[in-house]
C-alpha cells in the first residue's frame, strides 16, 4: 500500500517523505522512492553499520534521492549531497518525551512545504519536537504554529 501511494505521489511531482524508525518489510523500495528520508538513529545504524552516525547518514543519503536526516535527544544531523547539517536540541525542561518524534517529523514536513532549505526544516522540527516535550502526554504540549516559528527564528540566531 505505501509503495504505491509514493509510486503514485512521484507519478503527481509530490515529494515524498519516508519516517523511517525501524526495518520493516518492503522499507529497502520505499527507501528509494522516498525524496526525504528521516531516519531514527537505530534505523540508520542497523540499515548503514559505518560506526560514527555521520557515515551512516552519508550511505543513507546514497539509497535514497535526496536528505537524510537523524533525530533524538542528541538533536538532529541532515545530510544534503555532501552538505551535513548539525542541529542541537532546543533546550527545555523535558516532561515526556512521548510523541516528539512524530511531532518532529510534522514540523520538518511543514519547513518542506515552505521550499525552506534543509537547515531551516532542521531549526523548526527541532523546535516544534522540544516544545512538545514540556508537558505530561503527546499532546499536552503541543505548540502552535506561531511559538514554533518565533523559537525557530531565535534558535537560527544562536551561535552553536
Given at each position: 500500500?505505501?509503495?504505491?501511494?509514493?509510486?503514485?505521489?512521484?507519478?503527481?511531482?509530490?515529494?515524498?517523505?519516508?519516517?523511517?524508525?525501524?526495518?520493516?518489510?518492503?522499507?529497502?523500495?520505499?527507501v528509494?522512492?522516498?525524496?526525504?528520508?528521516?531516519?531514527?538513529?537505530?534505523?540508520?545504524s542497523e540499515?548503514?553499520p559505518?560506526?560514527?552516525?555521520?557515515?551512516?547518514?552519508?550511505?543513507?543519503?546514497?539509497m535514497?534521492?535526496?536528505?537524510?536526516?537523524?533525530?533524538?535527544?542528541?538533536g538532529?544531523?541532515?545530510?544534503?549531497?555532501?552538505?551535513?547539517?548539525?542541529?542541537p536540541?532546543?533546550?527545555v525542561?523535558?516532561?515526556?518525551?512521548?510523541?516528539?518524534?512524530?511531532?518532529?517529523?510534522?514540523?520538518?514536513?511543514?519547513?518542506?512545504?515552505?521550499?525552506?532549505?534543509?537547515?531551516?526544516?532542521?531549526?523548526?522540527?527541532?523546535?516544534?519536537?522540544g516544545?512538545?516535550?514540556?508537558n505530561l502526554?503527546?499532546?499536552?504540549?503541543?505548540?502552535?504554529?506561531?511559538?514554533?516559528?518565533?523559537?525557530?527564528?531565535?534558535?537560527?540566531?544562536?551561535?552553536?
Amino acid at each position: 500500500m505505501q509503495i504505491c501511494a509514493a509510486e503514485e505521489a512521484h507519478r503527481l511531482g509530490v515529494k515524498v517523505v519516508l519516517d523511517a524508525g525501524a526495518i520493516r518489510e518492503g522499507m529497502g523500495e520505499l527507501v528509494a522512492l522516498s525524496d526525504v528520508l528521516l531516519a531514527s538513529e537505530r534505523y540508520a545504524s542497523e540499515v548503514a553499520p559505518r560506526g560514527e552516525i555521520e557515515d551512516s547518514l552519508l550511505e543513507l543519503s546514497r539509497m535514497g534521492r535526496a536528505w537524510s536526516c537523524h533525530h533524538g535527544q542528541r538533536g538532529s544531523i541532515g545530510i544534503e549531497g555532501d552538505k551535513l547539517v548539525h542541529q542541537p536540541p532546543l533546550q527545555v525542561e523535558v516532561m515526556d518525551t512521548t510523541g516528539a518524534g512524530d511531532v518532529y517529523l510534522g514540523g520538518y514536513a511543514y519547513a518542506l512545504l515552505q521550499g525552506w532549505p534543509l537547515e531551516r526544516c532542521m531549526q523548526v522540527a527541532s523546535a516544534a519536537a522540544g516544545l512538545s516535550c514540556r508537558n505530561l502526554g503527546a499532546r499536552a504540549a503541543l505548540p502552535d504554529l506561531g511559538e514554533v516559528e518565533e523559537v525557530s527564528w531565535q534558535e537560527a540566531r544562536t551561535p552553536v
